[in-house]
């Protein structure tokens, strides 16, 4: 089991910028995958951003590439979203999620584990 804890999120005015940030714990040594998630109210779950743990190679939505980075820390078994220029339509509930299979990297349902989300408001 991995346990992910988020946290960073807030409220932004249009054009600002967070960080979320999210620990693993447990089995974080099996990790071969982590992503960021969203939700908006009445839409499904999309995908984000994601890095592979080994390689460190990134990958991202269209609708956040130049805008938002991921990384991580290795040491501390955590995963960083940079939020730069942030639009009102970034606002959702962040989820951070983890797998121990590499496949799938941009498909919601190919994570195992999941944070309890995080949320980001944007106001225009």
């Known amino acids: 089991q991995v346990q992910l804890v988020e946290s960073g999120g807030g409220l932004v005015q249009a054009g600002g910028s967070l960080r979320l940030s999210c620990a693993a714990s447990?089995?974080?040594?099996?990790?071969?995958?982590m992503g960021w998630f969203r939700q908006a109210p009445g839409k499904e779950r999309e995908f984000v951003a994601a890095?592979?743990?080994?390689?460190?190679?990134?990958y991202y939505a269209d609708s956040v590439k130049g805008r938002f980075t991921i990384s991580r820390d290795n040491a501390k078994n955590t995963v960083y979203l940079q939020m730069n220029s942030l639009k009102p339509e970034d606002a959702a509930v962040y989820y951070c999620a983890a797998d121990p299979n590499s496949l799938g990297i941009v498909v919601t349902d190919k994570y195992d584990y999941w944070g309890q989300g995080t949320q980001v408001t944007v106001s225009s």
């Open positions: 447990g089995r974080t040594f099996s990790t071969a995958k």
């Open positions: 890095v592979r743990w080994s390689s460190g190679n990134t």
